[in-house]
């Protein structure tokens, strides 16, 4: 069965830093890619970052340059380092892998066969 388990979230001052991280073992098929997703309260999950097994990596245009997905593949391990927080960045922020697709499509929730529980993100003003 899959496991997919994130840690290391928390809670911050805006200007501050976190590096989640994300563990996926049981899985028979590999991964096409894995990916970050966020959630706030009352709103839609939406698509972080994601990277594909040869290591490009996407990103929400909103996202781009303050947080830095990245993988350790002999680890089966994803990151996400989430620079420059501000209180719009809380969410609960998921980890999830697609064994179909790959590149931009994995930044949508749909493409995704596999979830974690989550990891809580609270950025304070």
């Known amino acids: 069965q899959v496991q997919v388990v994130e840690s290391g979230g928390g809670s911050v001052q805006s200007g501050g830093s976190l590096k989640l991280s994300c563990a996926a073992s049981?899985?028979?098929?590999?991964?096409?890619?894995m990916a970050w997703f966020r959630q706030a309260p009352g709103q839609e999950r939406e698509g972080v970052a994601s990277?594909?097994?040869?290591?490009?990596?996407y990103y929400v245009d909103s996202l781009k340059g303050r947080f830095i997905i990245s993988q350790d593949n002999a680890r089966n391990t994803l990151y996400l380092q989430m620079n420059s927080l501000q209180p719009e960045d809380t969410a609960m922020y998921y980890c999830?892998?697609?064994?179909?697709?790959?590149?931009?499509?994995?930044?949508?929730?749909?493409?995704?066969?596999?979830w974690g529980q989550g990891t809580q993100v609270t950025v304070s003003s």
């Open positions: 999830a892998r697609s064994t179909t697709y790959s590149g931009v499509y994995c930044l949508h929730s749909w493409s995704m066969n596999s």
């Open positions: 049981g899985y028979n098929y590999d991964s096409r890619c």
């Open positions: 990277v594909d097994t040869n290591d490009d990596t």
